[in-house]
Nanobody, 119 residues
Framework: VELVESGGGLVQAGGSLRLACVVSRFPLGDIFDHYAVGWFHQGPGKLPERVST????????YYADSVKGRYTISRDNAKNTVYLQMSRLEPEDTAVYYC?????????WGQGTQVTVSS
Protein backbone atom coordinates (compact mmCIF):
# COMPACT_ATOMS: atom_id res chain seq x y z
CA VAL A 1 0.00 0.00 0.00
CA GLU A 2 1.32 3.42 -0.91
CA LEU A 3 0.32 6.72 0.66
CA VAL A 4 1.30 10.01 -0.92
CA GLU A 5 0.66 13.30 0.84
CA SER A 6 0.42 16.75 -0.63
CA GLY A 7 -0.71 20.21 0.37
CA GLY A 8 1.76 21.29 3.01
CA GLY A 9 3.38 24.69 3.03
CA LEU A 10 3.89 27.96 4.84
CA VAL A 11 0.90 29.88 6.14
CA GLN A 12 0.31 32.72 8.56
CA ALA A 13 -1.40 32.14 11.87
CA GLY A 14 -5.15 32.13 11.40
CA GLY A 15 -4.86 30.79 7.88
CA SER A 16 -5.89 27.50 6.33
CA LEU A 17 -4.36 24.60 4.46
CA ARG A 18 -5.74 21.41 3.02
CA LEU A 19 -3.68 18.25 3.01
CA ALA A 20 -4.45 15.32 0.75
CA CYS A 21 -3.43 11.67 1.06
CA VAL A 22 -3.83 9.44 -1.96
CA VAL A 23 -3.88 5.74 -1.15
CA SER A 24 -2.90 3.24 -3.85
CA ARG A 25 -1.24 -0.09 -4.63
CA PHE A 26 -3.69 -2.14 -2.61
CA PRO A 27 -3.05 -5.85 -2.18
CA LEU A 28 -5.04 -8.08 -4.51
CA GLY A 29 -8.67 -8.08 -3.49
CA ASP A 30 -8.30 -5.14 -1.14
CA ILE A 31 -10.00 -1.79 -1.61
CA PHE A 32 -9.92 1.69 -0.15
CA ASP A 33 -13.18 1.11 1.73
CA HIS A 34 -11.51 -1.48 3.95
CA TYR A 35 -9.21 1.06 5.51
CA ALA A 36 -9.04 3.64 8.21
CA VAL A 37 -6.81 6.52 7.12
CA GLY A 38 -5.55 9.37 9.17
CA TRP A 39 -2.85 11.82 10.10
CA PHE A 40 -0.12 12.08 12.66
CA HIS A 41 2.04 15.12 13.13
CA GLN A 42 5.41 15.63 14.74
CA GLY A 43 6.50 19.11 15.70
CA PRO A 44 10.09 20.16 16.35
CA GLY A 45 11.36 18.44 19.48
CA LYS A 46 8.00 16.80 20.10
CA LEU A 47 6.68 13.27 20.07
CA PRO A 48 4.41 12.18 17.23
CA GLU A 49 0.74 12.84 17.92
CA ARG A 50 -2.29 11.35 16.22
CA VAL A 51 -4.27 14.23 14.80
CA SER A 52 -7.27 12.71 13.08
CA THR A 53 -8.57 9.46 11.59
CA UNK A 54 -11.48 8.49 9.40
CA UNK A 55 -12.97 5.06 8.83
CA UNK A 56 -13.43 5.09 5.08
CA UNK A 57 -16.39 2.72 4.96
CA UNK A 58 -18.70 4.64 7.27
CA UNK A 59 -17.07 8.02 7.76
CA UNK A 60 -16.55 7.72 11.51
CA UNK A 61 -13.96 10.27 12.60
CA TYR A 62 -11.55 10.91 15.43
CA TYR A 63 -9.88 14.20 16.33
CA ALA A 64 -7.26 15.06 18.90
CA ASP A 65 -8.52 17.60 21.42
CA SER A 66 -5.94 20.10 20.19
CA VAL A 67 -7.53 20.27 16.73
CA LYS A 68 -11.24 19.77 17.38
CA GLY A 69 -13.26 22.53 15.80
CA ARG A 70 -10.35 23.61 13.60
CA TYR A 71 -9.57 20.53 11.51
CA THR A 72 -11.93 18.47 9.38
CA ILE A 73 -11.08 15.09 7.90
CA SER A 74 -12.99 13.78 4.90
CA ARG A 75 -12.64 11.21 2.15
CA ASP A 76 -13.38 10.87 -1.53
CA ASN A 77 -13.88 7.18 -2.20
CA ALA A 78 -13.81 7.65 -5.98
CA LYS A 79 -10.33 9.15 -5.73
CA ASN A 80 -9.00 6.93 -2.91
CA THR A 81 -8.11 10.15 -1.14
CA VAL A 82 -8.40 11.46 2.39
CA TYR A 83 -8.28 15.18 3.06
CA LEU A 84 -7.40 17.14 6.16
CA GLN A 85 -8.80 20.67 6.09
CA MET A 86 -6.93 22.74 8.64
CA SER A 87 -8.32 26.12 9.66
CA ARG A 88 -7.43 28.77 12.21
CA LEU A 89 -3.90 27.46 12.18
CA GLU A 90 -1.61 28.27 15.07
CA PRO A 91 2.19 28.32 15.28
CA GLU A 92 1.86 25.25 17.51
CA ASP A 93 0.47 23.36 14.50
CA THR A 94 3.87 23.57 12.83
CA ALA A 95 4.95 20.00 12.18
CA VAL A 96 5.56 17.34 9.62
CA TYR A 97 2.22 15.73 8.87
CA TYR A 98 2.20 12.03 8.02
CA CYS A 99 -0.66 10.12 6.50
CA UNK A 100 -1.10 6.61 7.85
CA UNK A 101 -3.31 3.60 7.29
CA UNK A 102 -3.47 0.62 9.64
CA UNK A 103 -4.60 -2.64 8.09
CA UNK A 104 -4.28 -6.29 9.01
CA UNK A 105 -1.69 -5.77 11.69
CA UNK A 106 0.44 -3.41 9.63
CA UNK A 107 0.66 0.36 9.48
CA UNK A 108 1.44 2.07 6.21
CA TRP A 109 2.92 5.57 6.17
CA GLY A 110 3.34 8.36 3.73
CA GLN A 111 6.55 10.31 3.34
CA GLY A 112 5.31 13.35 5.24
CA THR A 113 4.55 16.93 4.31
CA GLN A 114 5.79 19.99 6.16
CA VAL A 115 3.31 22.50 7.55
CA THR A 116 4.77 25.71 8.92
CA VAL A 117 2.61 28.33 10.60
CA SER A 118 4.20 31.72 11.13
CA SER A 119 3.11 34.07 13.88
Amino acid sequence: VELVESGGGLVQAGGSLRLACVVSRFPLGDIFDHYAVGWFHQGPGKLPERVSTIIVEDGTTYYADSVKGRYTISRDNAKNTVYLQMSRLEPEDTAVYYCYAPEAGKVYWGQGTQVTVSS
